[in-house]
Structure formats: structure tokens, C-alpha cells
């Protein structure tokens, strides 16, 4: 190799270490081009009533932080004591389904337990499961200061891209080859349309799991409805991953209550479940991206496992961005018109 080729190669390295050891801000900033993604066009709309930019950036800022602002102080202090209950009642639930294993194994024969699963074993990943929630809960809500700085740092990053988003949208496509600029260009724009879709499907559905989520428990008298049914609705954002999460802790709840109401609870989940998948959220956003599941979900964990609950938000963005470029940079661009000679 030359020593342009090994300079290239020690640049490129240096890069994704860098990017490595930034990447909570890079997700922080990334979070902001979404959110921005998806105010502008709140903005846009005032903007065709002839309001100045700054105020129209003001009123879109104000509008949406004034309801989000509404709904935590409605829902705080009912909240607060719920979510304590709820930290509390979870272990009690488990050592409960651990007792009731040992003893229906001490009442079958001994021929039948070789062909069942292990249940203390399955106590035990509820456990795990449970820990799961509990520790990326409270790691989400204890550090407050760290909460309000990276929310305070979103804001300030949105407000700055949302006053003059054309500056930094042409510094993105002077990045490309001439030739390419225009289509680049066209390609971002396809992507602004559905993140766009993307955020207002994602937010309606959270709507829709959480208020049906607090209705059906609340009629199959599971404990706390209010908490565990906002934990369905902030789950939702996250495909699949979230509906499983958030189904664990009433489903524990339900057991310690009466065992019937868990498998009540159960299909009371995977109905909601159903009905915003293939219902709620296909009408809402129609311009969809067709993403494969399983690879979504394998992508979604690994982005949770190397970057934390932020890659969990924001897998499915960064999903959604990555498809439109590969099939229309690289495969309508390259390889629809790639040749033999």
C-alpha cells in the first residue's frame, strides 16, 4: 500500500473512534434532526399565513412544549406514587410465581416434570426481565441533572436548526460530488417526507396504546392502570421491543392479584397490539417504508446493546433514513443501471 493509502486508512480509522467516543452527543444531535424534522413542518404552515420565520419557529416550539408540559403536570404527582407502587409490587409478584412453581412441581409426577419447562427458571427470567425495566427506568428518571442537560441540549440544537434549516441542509449536500448534489438533494427530501410520517405515526399510536392500555386495565381492575398504561404509550415508540417490555409488569401485577386477569391482560395487550400494527398506524402513516421485521428487530437490539436507550429511540429513525439511501442511492442509482460489458 502507498502512504496516501495508509494516511486514508489511519483517517478513516480515527474517525469511528472519535465518533465512537461522542456518540451519546451524536445521538443527541441526531434526536434534534428529528425532532426538527418534524416541527418544520408546523413551521411551514405558519409560514404560508406570512408569519415571520422566528415567530413561526416560537409558536411551533410553544404550541408543542405547552401540551407536552400539560400532560407531565396532570400526570406527575398521580405518577410519582405509581411508580414507586409499582417498583415495589414487581419482586413481590415474582417470588409469588416462584412459590406456585414449586408447588405444582411437588404436586405432578415426576414423569411429567421432564417434559415441561423448568418454572423456577422462568421466575427467574422474569426477574431479569423485570430488572431490565426497573434499572433503565431509573436510570432514565434518577439523574436528573444529566435528564435535564440532554433535554435542555436537544432543545437548543432543534431551536438552531429549526431558525435557518437551508443553511445547514446545502452545507449537508456540498458534502456529495457535483453531479450528485441535485439528486442528493431529492433523496433528502424523500427522507424529510417520511420521518415526517414516521414521527406523526408514532405519536398517535403511542396516543392510541396508552389510552386503550389504561381502559382495559382499568376494567380488568389490574393495579395501577394510569402508570402501566403511560409505560405502553412511551413503549410504543420503540417497535416490538417496547410492546413486550411494557406487557410484563401488569401481567406480574395481574398474577399477584388473581392469575386469571394474566392471561386476561395478555390478550388484552396483544389485541391493542394488533390493531395498531396492522390498523392504527398503516392508516396513519401512508407513505410507509417497508422494513423486514426480523431484521429490524435484530437491528434494534443491537443498536440497544452498543449505544444504550438512545440507540433503542432512534434505531428505527436511522433505519428508516439508511433503507431510502440504499434503495435509491445505491440500488436505483448504481445497480438498476450497472452493465455488463
Known amino acids: 500500500m502507498t502512504l496516501g493509502k495508509w494516511l486514508s486508512l489511519f483517517a478513516l480509522v480515527a474517525s469511528v473512534y472519535i465518533l465512537w467516543q461522542i456518540r451519546r452527543i451524536v445521538f443527541l444531535f441526531l434526536a434534534a434532526v428529528v425532532i426538527a424534522t418534524a416541527l418544520n413542518r408546523l413551521v411551514r404552515r405558519f409560514r404560508r399565513s406570512h408569519v415571520k420565520r422566528e415567530y413561526a419557529v416560537l409558536l ?3 404550541i408543542v412544549f405547552s401540551l407536552l408540559g400539560t400532560v407531565i403536570v396532570l400526570l406527575l404527582i398521580r405518577l410519582v406514587d405509581q ?3 409499582l417498583l415495589s409490587l414487581i419482586p413481590i409478584s415474582i417470588d409469588q410465581i416462584e412459590t406456585w412453581s414449586y408447588e405444582l412441581q411437588a404436586r405432578m409426577p415426576e414423569n411429567m416434570l421432564t ?3 423448568n418454572l423456577p427458571n422462568l421466575a427467574q427470567q422474569l426477574q431479569t426481565a423485570a430488572n431490565w425495566i426497573i434499572i433503565n ?3 432514565i428518571f434518577s439523574n436528573s441533572l444529566t435528564l435535564i442537560l440532554n433535554i435542555v441540549f436537544i432543545l437548543v440544537l432543534t431551536i438552531m436548526l429549526l431558525a435557518n434549516p437551508q443553511k445547514y441542509r446545502r452545507a449537508l449536500i456540498a458534502m456529495f460530488p457535483s453531479f450528485y448534489r441535485q439528486r442528493a438533494d431529492e433523496i433528502f427530501c424523500k427522507c424529510e417526507v417520511k420521518l415526517v410520517h414516521y414521527v406523526a405515526g408514532v405519536l398517535l399510536s403511542m396516543f392510541f396504546v396508552g389510552i386503550t392500555s389504561t381502559i382495559g ?7 395501577l392502570p394510569v402508570v402501566n398504561g403511560l409505560l405502553a404509550g412511551l413503549a410504543a415508540f420503540i417497535p416490538y421491543i417496547g410492546a413486550i417490555a411494557s406487557a410484563i409488569p401488569p401481567i406480574l401485577l395481574a398474577i399477584l392479584d388473581e392469575p386469571w386477569k394474566a392471561g386476561a391482560t395478555l390478550l388484552l395487550y396483544l389485541a391493542i397490539q394488533q390493531v395498531e400494527g396492522n390498523i ?3 392508516s396513519i402513516i401512508k407513505h410507509q417504508v417497508d422494513l423486514f421485521p426480523a431484521i429490524t428487530l435484530a437491528l434494534l437490539i443491537t443498536f440497544g446493546a452498543f449505544f444504550g436507550f438512545l440507540g433503542l ?9 439508511a433503507q431510502i439511501w440504499v434503495e435509491e442511492a445505491i440500488v436505483h442509482d448504481v445497480l438498476d443501471h450497472w452493465r455488463t460489458p
Open 60 to 62: 411551533s416550539m410553544t
Open 83 to 85: 411508580f414507586d407502587q
Open 115 to 117: 417434559n415441561l419447562p
Open 137 to 139: 427506568i431509573y436510570f
Open 217 to 223: 386495565l382499568f376494567l380488568l381492575q389490574i393495579p
Open 280 to 282: 392504527i398506524r398503516p
Open 313 to 321: 429511540l432512534l434505531g428505527l429513525p436511522i433505519l428508516i433514513v
